[in-house]
């Protein structure tokens, strides 16, 4: 008798048009995990359409988005979205957003999908880049503070809840006092007692999405690629 072939893989895409791509691709091959996971870099819709769940990587989001449409890969990305798992880590972010503020002139294509709007280069520009440590409950071994690494990252401006879209889970804030110009930050009251307060999010999930606005690939430490897998992908999968 005939057996279905039963196949225990499972397939992650990275955008791979330009950025940080590389460091993911890296940061997945060492993960250990229940499935054998399969990478591909991403470079056209035949290629998207071999994913289960997809990493957009940092570099620059308007870059990344042209490029992207000369490839045809904007619809093909919008639809993805619709049911599979993507990832945006600091451009890649600015690219899920559902909106964005301080755009170059001409504005820019987004991909949408996470009920947020962020600002670009919201911590200013590349030499007010920096480190901070993130202490995350949700990762594995979390009493191991997260290296975050900001690089002309984006800022979480406002969160848009809404009854048609899942809830929006807050997986990491940055701690004001280490930004080194966080009385730069640009004050957005949308009726918050405190405007600040979606200002520190620097990580959150909106059901089988992820984004972070900082960069996990560019660390040794792949403990938030694990925890893509294990929160957003894998129950995908069942
Ligand atoms: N500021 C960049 C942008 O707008 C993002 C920077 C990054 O990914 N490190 O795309």
Same mark, same amino acid.
């Given at each position: 008798m005939a057996h279905a072939q039963v196949s225990n893989n499972v397939t992650i895409g990275i955008l791979a048009l330009q950025g940080a791509f590389a460091e993911h691709q890296v940061a997945l091959q060492k993960l250990s995990c229940q499935k054998k996971i399969a990478v591909i870099l991403v470079r056209t819709a035949g290629d998207l359409s071999a994913c289960d769940a997809l990493i957009i990587p940092g570099g620059e989001s308007t870059t990344i988005a042209l490029l992207a449409k000369l490839a045809g890969l904007l619809e093909p990305l919008r639809a993805f979205l619709q049911n599979k798992p993507v990832w945006g880590t600091c451009a890649g972010a600015i690219l899920l957003a559902q909106a964005v503020e301080?755009?170059?002139?001409g504005g820019q294509e987004l991909l949408g999908g996470i009920s947020v709007t962020v600002a670009r280069n919201g911590w200013g520009s590349q030499i007010e880049s920096f480190e901070a440590p993130l202490s995350i409950d949700g990762l594995r071994d979390p009493t191991t503070p997260f290296m975050g690494v900001f690089i002309r990252a984006p800022v979480v401006l406002a969160l848009h809840p809404s009854t048609e879209n899942p809830p929006i889970e807050i997986i990491a804030r940055l /701690?004001?006092?280490?930004?080194?110009?966080?009385?730069?930050l640009m004050v957005h009251d949308?009726?918050?007692?405190? /405007?600040r307060n979606s200002q520190s999010i620097v990580a959150l999930r909106q059901g089988r999405h992820m984004l972070t606005t900082f960069h996990p690939e560019l660390t040794k430490d792949n403990r938030f690629h694990e925890y893509f897998v294990r929160i957003c992908v894998l129950p995908t999968l069942l």
């Open positions: 301080n755009t170059k002139k /701690p004001l006092n280490v930004v080194p110009n966080a009385q730069k949308e009726g918050d007692s405190d /405007p």
